[in-house]
């Protein structure tokens, strides 16, 4: 999902150049005119890597259609409704899992790349843009730290496991154009493994709150 957002912000940067090129003035809303068809055909599927993921959902072609003006505060909150609509809970309320499991999880990187043989299970990647575990000390700051995220917010009460779930599973539902992975709705992480994430997160025992 992330390079399926990536593409989009390629997309409209690529359009965005050749609107202005062409008109030498306003830049030209995106469109799925022939240059935006040429980048798509200059790629192919190879291994976990494939073309469709060039294909935005609405609510990123909403995002990215025209990369100079914001969102009306409309749109963003019909995307947040929606997303937010959409997520799927976990199957008996069973929120939370495996801390240690989690932790090989937000460690992750794999998945979803062209050099991953078909089948490989992604991880979550967490750590690209959080930090989390104090004694990890590789970590981005893209996203805000996530260091003592369960002990600041009272622990896993029903509304932070709720909260905390839905906001892995959709980023979208309380930011409409947030780039963290919608790792639930596109299918990155499975359910077991964002539980296993929400332990890391939310469970007392784990690094992140000790
Ligand atoms: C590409 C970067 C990126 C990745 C990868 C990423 N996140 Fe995020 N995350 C963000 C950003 C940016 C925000 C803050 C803005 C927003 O809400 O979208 C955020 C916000 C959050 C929040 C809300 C924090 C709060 O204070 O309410 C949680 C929880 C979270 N991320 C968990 C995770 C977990 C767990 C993973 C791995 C499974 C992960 N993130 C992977 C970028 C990322």
Not at 182 to 199: K, N, W
Request: hydrophobic content about 35%.
């Amino acid at each position: 999902m992330q390079s399926k957002l990536f593409t989009g912000l390629i997309n409209a940067a690529l359009l965005g150049a050749l609107g202005a090129g062409a008109a030498g003035t306003a830049l030209a809303a995106p469109k799925d005119d022939a240059g935006l068809a040429g980048f798509k055909a200059s790629f192919r599927d190879k291994n976990e890597a494939t073309v469709d993921r060039l294909e935005q959902s609405e609510h990123q072609r909403l995002c990215t259609q025209d990369a100079q003006r914001a969102l009306k505060p409309a749109q963003r909150k019909q995307i947040e409704q929606q997303s937010a609509a959409a997520v799927r809970y976990p199957a008996e309320d069973k929120f939370m899992g495996d801390w240690k499991e989690g932790e090989k999880i937000a460690q992750n990187g794999r998945g979803m790349q062209s050099s991953d043989p078909k089948g490989t299970q992604a991880g979550g990647n967490c750590y690209a843009c959080h930090q989390l575990d104090r004694k990890e000390i590789a970590f981005g700051n893209i996203g805000p730290s996530l260091l003592e995220y369960g002990k600041l917010r009272g622990g896993p009460t029903p509304e932070m496991l709720k909260y905390t779930w839905a906001k892995i599973y959709n980023s979208h539902a309380f930011q409409a154009c947030s780039v963290m992975p919608r790792f639930g709705a596109a299918g990155i992480l499975t359910e077991q493994q964002i539980r296993d994430v929400m332990a890391l997160l939310l469970a007392p025992e784990s690094p992140v709150n000790r």
